[in-house]
């Protein structure tokens, strides 16, 4: 019964899913599991017309037996007429270096190795053997961590991965199916598997939840496993609609830009909290490709920034960082910290002479001085665009030729267009909405001991032209084309 029920799910499930004629990589541990899966897909491979690649990874974790089950895998495939592809990998070393637990360590390069195997061959999918009974321990798993409903959602029939630059999808025809089936199919089909002795061990936390507490809760409920696989796709079901609906505001509330992803942080705020959560997490899955070490913590110090006080910053995983400004919040690199969507020019570390007229370069951009027609036009108070020519015009006489690019300086003070004093320009740099983290690196153009513009900002009230301007210079900042 198991046997036939297994052929039909499997084939079931890649009809639904439209994998029939597809080239598929199977990953082949050596147990009952993908033992069966292997077989069963070499059964229907030629009704479906799919093509086979069998794939098994040694972790390094039990010298001698991993060898032992590389050479069985082999020696099945063989029999089997699939190709077959072997990789090795040094788990300890990888968890040592990103700081992982055992399991995230080798699951992550597990699906590093299926991927790269499924990109050089041109698969369609990567078939893997999880079964009815890995889908309750995930569940259980991820409650007992903690976990949002788009953790109860667990593992999907079919469900897209990138890592480093490689996309695949990743396909489990067997989730309905229970590893006492899988066993089953093996015995009615006279197929040996190996027995991973790390299975056994109580120190990993999935052996001991199958081991220990699944055990327990069949005392309770004897078909606990269908259970909470049932609850996973139910999760699924209302997380689909979920994403339905954040993809609906997505438009108005997110963009991605050269540099991350920002978010409207008022738009943000108008929406519904469940929305909001989701939302994030479309934004980190956007920045980063992939949602798996974003946790129910990070989206709550999400939360915290995008309501709280500009200026303010969380690191998040995959080399992330989510920073607050005035009116947006960003995703972006950590190393990418303080930049802006696009280019903009930044203060040198000392004040430099500028030519009047004339051209002088600074951090890859050009400064240029010329002299300029004596009409009155109004000038801009709004923030300028980054990464194009930023231009002012001034009154000549009130501006001088002696003029110098800088950055800012303790004590500061800067009369803004259309205020009659000078304030702070700290009080300035506040009010226009400055970012804090860009502060420093404004350049300021200064004359006379005054600042007569705050660059891509506002120039001063008492450089403007006016009626009674007989002179105009114009003064622009422009990225040179290398930059």
């Known amino acids: 019964m198991s046997k036939s029920r297994i052929l039909a799910e499997i084939r079931r499930q890649i009809e639904s899913h439209d994998l029939t004629a597809a080239s598929i990589v199977v990953a082949v541990s050596g147990g009952p599991d993908s033992v069966a899966l292997l077989h069963a897909l070499h059964t229907l491979r030629d009704d479906l017309d799919i093509r086979l690649r069998a794939a098994h990874l040694d972790h390094g974790l039990r010298p001698g037996a991993s060898a032992a089950d590389a050479e069985f895998v082999r020696d099945l495939t063989d029999s089997l007429d699939i190709p077959l592809t072997v990789g090795c990998a040094d788990v300890y070393r990888f968890r040592k270096r990103h700081r992982l637990s055992l399991e995230d360590a080798a699951r992550r390069l597990r699906y590093r190795f299926l991927a790269g195997v499924a990109c050089e061959n041109g698969a369609d999918a990567i078939a893997l053997g999880h079964t009815l009974d890995d889908q309750a321990e995930t569940v259980l798993m991820r409650l007992l961590r903690g976990t949002g409903l788009a953790g109860l959602r667990s593992m999907s029939t079919l469900s897209d991965i990138e890592i480093e630059g490689a996309e695949a999808a990743l396909f489990r025809p067997l989730l309905s ?55 996973a796709q139910s999760a699924a079901l209302d997380i689909d609609f979920i994403r339905q609906q954040v993809e609906r505001v997505s438009d108005d509330v997110m963009e991605t830009g050269a540099l991350g992803v920002s978010l409207d942080r008022r738009r943000f705020s108008e929406l519904h909290p469940a929305i909001q959560r989701h939302l994030l997490r479309l934004a980190f899955e956007t920045a980063s490709g992939d949602l798996s070490d974003l946790g129910m913590a990070h989206v709550a110090d999400m939360l915290d920034i995008m309501s709280g006080a500009a200026g303010r910053g969380v690191d998040l995983p995959r080399g992330l960082r989510l920073e607050a400004e005035y009116e947006r919040a960003r995703i972006i690199g950590r ?8 280019p903009r020019p930044v203060s040198p570390s000392a004040p430099i002479p500028v030519a009047v007229p004339g051209e002088t370069i600074i951090e890859g951009w050009k400064i240029s001085v010329s002299a300029a027609p004596s009409v009155v036009s109004k000038p801009r108070m709004e923030v300028r665009a980054v990464g194009a020519q930023l231009s002012e015009r001034f009154d000549a006489d009130s501006l001088g030729e002696e003029m110098r690019v800088r950055p800012r300086a303790p004590g500061d003070r800067f009369q803004p267009l259309g205020v009659s004093s000078p304030k702070k320009l700290k009080d300035f740099m506040i009010d226009a909405h400055v970012p804090r983290r860009w502060r420093d690196g404004v350049p300021l153009i200064e004359s006379g001991g005054r600042i007569a513009w705050v660059v891509g900002w506002r120039i001063a009230d008492w450089a403007k032209v006016t009626p009674d301007t007989r002179r105009a210079v114009d003064v622009s900042f422009e990225p040179l084309a290398h930059r």
């Open 335 to 342: 190393e990418d910290a303080g930049a802006r969507d696009g």
């Open 177 to 231: 199916v229970s590893k006492a089936e899988t066993i089953s199919y093996c015995a009615a089909n006279r197929l040996c598997a190996r027995l991973d002795e790390s299975n056994l061990s109580t120190d990993l936390t999935r052996n001991r939840i199958r081991i220990e507490l699944m055990p327990l809760l069949e005392t309770y409920n004897p078909s606990a496993r269908l259970a909470l696989s049932r609850l």
